[in-house]
């Protein structure tokens, strides 16, 4: 057995780093739900044709007005149109941007409401019990809107389950119980926790979640160790970004192997050469170290890369390729390794979230169109370049006229090899564009 190499984390830079329940909602008559003087919602033209269309999402400016009770604001209402014909019902939520996310096409109450939860969450789950076997025990268990249920979503890890409620309407205990009990009863996991996510938090005005498990089979296990194409990582449900992994690359893991296997990177000179830029906790880069013989990840978080040498460490009987982590601001580092003439056989680039907002993408563009330059720059002839964009709001089209326009500059000839999205776990709704965020293009580079 091959002894493995000693990594190392280099660094550039210093390091940095139970609301009450809502009142319930009588049944009530469609005609009433939707009569001028009900109670319930009233929505614009364009939200109504959207919804007709078959979008889940009503934003805050496009609601015309609002009748419901004093006091503390429902989880559900009514919505109808301008002519006051029902469109569905609701979760309500009156700071966000995103006012109204529909849970159904029909005037229903909180237990209808539960009940459709339920059986929506175990369909969910049972969708996704066929991606799992003993090379991979973590995925995505509901996806919010591409699930029918807006705003939750629960992620496996091994024998922890991580549940999100990302929505005003869904803060209640009626809804956790619920969500407990499908999730005990479908995968009798170890414990389940849950963890918000603090932007989302705050603006749609969510009770400070308990820190206590939502349920433990014993003593609270905040930590574990999953699988991910036959490959192990750590969690820890207190540290990391999202739930603490991103599930959603996990088919874009395997393919950049698969593809640097294809493209005979083992057999080069010096057994090929991987930057994973923006690596995390090292997906990218240790799946890549089972073929390259050097491998560097480029990360601005300590914390991040300080799991990624945990997770290389986990796979040592698996690995023997040379893996070095770089700590520090990754458009500075690119620069200074492009001018300086540095060279690789694949890189990858998978960047945060540029754009989230409209307002935002023009920058955003800039931003990949700087990263894609720099690593173009720095391809060996028949090189690997994988590049993601995880930015709903930048599309197909604008993402490869950036990469395009990156080739020209750097005097480039790119071969478009596969487009490919979010792992299966995570499903694209066609009545739902923000489902499709994860756009990752793999390119030969002459």
Same mark, same amino acid.
């Given at each position: 057995?091959? @002894?493995?190499?000693?990594?190392?984390?280099?660094?550039?830079?210093?390091?940095? @780093?139970?609301?009450?329940?809502?009142?319930?909602?009588?049944?009530?008559?469609?005609?009433?739900?939707?009569?001028?003087?009900?109670?319930?919602?009233?929505?614009?033209?364009?939200?109504?044709?959207?919804?007709?269309?078959?979008?889940?999402?009503?934003?805050?400016?496009?609601?015309?007005?609002?009748?419901?009770?004093?006091?503390?604001?429902?989880?559900?209402? /009514?919505?109808?149109?301008?002519? $006051?014909? #029902?469109? $569905?019902?609701?979760?309500?939520? /009156?700071?966000?941007?995103?006012?109204?996310? &529909?849970?159904?096409? %029909?005037?229903?109450?909180?237990?209808?409401?539960?009940?459709?939860?339920? !059986?929506?969450?175990?369909?969910?789950?049972?969708?996704?019990?066929?991606?799992?076997?003993?090379?991979?025990?973590?995925?995505?268990?509901?996806?919010? %809107?591409?699930?029918?249920?807006?705003?939750?979503?629960?992620?496996?890890?091994?024998?922890?389950? &991580?549940?999100?409620?990302?929505? @005003?309407?869904?803060?209640?205990?009626?809804?956790?119980?619920?969500?407990?009990?499908?999730?005990?009863? *479908?995968?009798?996991?170890?414990?389940?926790?849950?963890?918000?996510?603090?932007?989302?938090? *705050?603006?749609?005005?969510?009770?400070?979640?308990?820190? %206590?498990?939502?349920?433990?089979?014993?003593?609270?296990?905040?930590?574990?160790?999953?699988?991910?194409?036959?490959?192990?990582?750590?969690?820890?449900?207190?540290?990391?970004?999202?739930?603490?992994?991103?599930?959603?690359?996990?088919?874009?893991?395997?393919?950049?192997?698969?593809? !640097?296997?294809?493209?005979?990177?083992?057999?080069?000179?010096?057994? $090929?050469?991987?930057?994973?830029?923006?690596?995390?906790?090292?997906?990218?880069?240790?799946?890549?170290?089972?073929?390259?013989?050097?491998?560097?990840? &480029?990360?601005?978080?300590?914390?991040?890369?300080?799991?990624?040498?945990?997770?290389?460490?986990?796979?040592?009987?698996?690995?023997?390729?040379?893996?070095?982590?770089?700590?520090?601001?990754?458009?500075?580092?690119?620069?200074?390794?492009?001018?300086?003439?540095?060279?690789?056989?694949?890189?990858?680039?998978? /960047? /945060?979230?540029?754009?989230?907002?409209?307002?935002?993408?023009?920058?955003?563009?800039?931003?990949?169109?700087?990263?894609?330059?720099?690593?173009?720059?720095?391809?060996?002839?028949?090189? +690997?370049?994988?590049?993601?964009?995880?930015?709903?709001?930048?599309?197909?089209?604008?993402? *490869?006229?950036?990469?395009?326009?990156?080739?020209?500059?750097?005097?480039?000839?790119?071969? +478009?090899?596969?487009?490919?999205?979010?792992?299966?776990?995570?499903?694209?709704? #066609?009545?739902?564009?923000?489902?499709?965020?994860?756009?990752?293009?793999?390119?030969?580079? %002459?």
């Amino acid at each position: 057995m091959t @002894k493995p190499r000693t990594s190392r984390i280099a660094s550039t830079q210093k390091a940095h @780093k139970t609301a009450p329940h809502a009142p319930p909602i009588e049944r009530i008559h469609e005609r009433a739900a939707a009569g001028a003087q009900g109670f319930g919602v009233r929505i614009n033209r364009r939200a109504a044709d959207r919804l007709r269309a078959g979008h889940l999402w009503v934003y805050a400016s496009d609601v015309d007005s609002v009748e419901v009770p004093a006091g503390e604001a429902p989880a559900l209402v /009514p919505v109808a149109d301008s002519r $006051g014909m #029902l469109l $569905g019902t609701a979760l309500y939520s /009156p700071t966000s941007q995103i006012g109204l996310r &529909i849970v159904s096409r %029909e005037a229903i109450d909180e237990a209808a409401w539960l009940q459709l939860l339920e !059986a929506r969450l175990r369909v969910a789950i049972r969708r996704r019990l066929p991606l799992l076997d003993e090379q991979t025990n973590a995925c995505r268990l509901c996806f919010s %809107e591409a699930d029918e249920l807006p705003g939750l979503v629960a992620d496996k890890y091994g024998d922890l389950v &991580i549940l999100q409620l990302l929505a @005003k309407g869904l803060d209640s205990a009626a809804v956790r119980e619920r969500c407990v009990r499908v999730l005990r009863e *479908e995968l009798a996991p170890a414990a389940i926790l849950e963890r918000p996510d603090p932007r989302v938090r *705050e603006l749609e005005g969510l009770s400070a979640p308990s820190q %206590e498990p939502l349920y433990a089979k014993a003593a609270a296990v905040v930590s574990t160790e999953f699988r991910l194409n036959g490959l192990a990582f750590h969690f820890d449900a207190n540290s990391g970004q999202k739930t603490g992994a991103f599930l959603d690359q996990r088919a874009n893991y395997a393919a950049a192997a698969e593809w !640097a296997r294809r493209m005979g990177f083992a057999t080069r000179d010096g057994g $090929g050469r991987a930057l994973d830029v923006c690596c995390y906790q090292g997906g990218f880069a240790l799946h890549l170290a089972q073929v390259c013989a050097q491998v560097t990840g &480029i990360d601005a978080s300590r914390a991040s890369l300080e799991v990624a040498e945990r997770n290389l460490l986990a796979n040592h009987s698996r690995l023997a390729a040379q893996v070095d982590w770089m700590e520090g601001d990754v458009f500075q580092i690119l620069r200074d390794w492009s001018d300086a003439g540095e060279s690789f056989d694949a890189i990858v680039l998978d /960047p /945060p979230a540029f754009a989230k907002s409209l307002r935002a993408v023009e920058g955003a563009l800039r931003g990949y169109k700087e990263l894609n330059l720099r690593a173009l720059k720095m391809m060996r002839p028949g090189g +690997l370049l994988v590049t993601c964009s995880c930015s709903h709001h930048v599309g197909w089209s604008e993402l *490869e006229a950036s990469v395009a326009s990156a080739a020209a500059d750097a005097r480039r000839r790119v071969r +478009l090899l596969e487009r490919r999205g979010a792992a299966p776990d995570h499903p694209v709704v #066609l009545n739902l564009p923000e489902t499709e965020y994860l756009k990752c293009l793999v390119l030969e580079v %002459e």
